[in-house]
């Protein structure tokens, strides 16, 4: 604990344990690229917590030596590590407005889950296209990829598992608050910048068959990211602050009425060269909670989008027929 009585990480100099893998299997045993606990086996050592650690200072000496030189700042952004720009307000205070925005930790269920199975779908620019240009309102206003394709996947999770129409369902997904804060976080800022935000509806509203439908639902979305400010902010990390909640993953599912949309769109994960040259799939090694979507490009460069939707088995089908249907 420091002098305030927080926890931080007493940094011992031990470096990281880093593992070299190899294995006798060809490429065309991991062709359907698809999250799996088999495939996390293969590619993600188990490091239990009592393993040594092995000093890793390979970069060390040559980068402390060039920031003496004076040209570290110019070469690389050094990292920023002053965690205080997101500390807790004196008193913390919750605006009461912020709830109907940013998302608390969710009550999931002890009850046995269904069969989880993840599918990777792909939606092509024309598509992509399509479903923005669905989403615009009579004010001409812009849409982005992620809230068209998130207005799509959520209504089409809402109408394959057959939720009740007075339900209220609710997707959240992460934002970034590093420009939403006041004052900015600096570009170096090394820290969890991250909220999760929500937006809520009527399943009768969400999957409605008018020819606004998607309007509507983009709406909600949009709502929810343009009302991202400084108090949302500050109010979500007090929020954080006053329920101590524990940072590790809960055992559990999310109830059939909450859809989570995290977007890897735009990362240059397709860039990564470790000499055989560029990747031909980049995901999740497993996906074992039903109602996560994952948005990333397609990694053929051609504008489309990947969608690796992870859900029940049993509306698998009828998603990928409602997926599609529009188009």
Known sequence: ???????????????????????DLTIDDFRSFLPSPELRTLFV????DHSPSVLCA?????LLADVAMGGGSAALE????????????????????????????LKLSVEPSETVVTQAFVVSKDQVTALKRACVGGDGGRVSTFCALSAHVWRC????????????????????????????????????GIIWLGAAGKVRDVTSSESEDLVF??????????RMDDELVRSAIDYFELTEINSKPAPGRMPETELRVISWLGMPVYDVDFGGGKPLAMLRAV?????FVYLMDSGKGDGGVRVLMCTEAAILNDFQRLLYARF
């Open 45 to 48: 050592p188990r490091v239990e």
């Open 78 to 105: 050094l990292p920023f590590h002053d965690r205080t720009l997101l500390r807790a307000r004196s008193p913390p205070f919750v605006h009461p407005d912020a709830f109907s925005v940013f998302s608390p930790q």
């Open 217 to 226: 639902v983009a709406g909600q979305i949009n709502s929810a990211v343009r």
């Open 58 to 62: 390979v970069q060390r000496v040559p």
């Open 287 to 291: 996906s074992e909670r039903a109602g």
């Open 157 to 192: 999770v809402c109408v394959a598992r057959r939720l009740p129409p007075d339900a209220t369902t609710r997707l959240t997904f992460p934002a970034s608050v590093r420009r939403s804060i006041r004052p900015p976080l600096p570009p170096g800022y090394c820290g969890n």
């Open 1 to 23: 604990m420091d002098g305030n009585g927080r926890a931080e990480i007493d940094c011992t100099g031990q470096g990281a344990l880093f593992v070299v893998a190899r294995s």
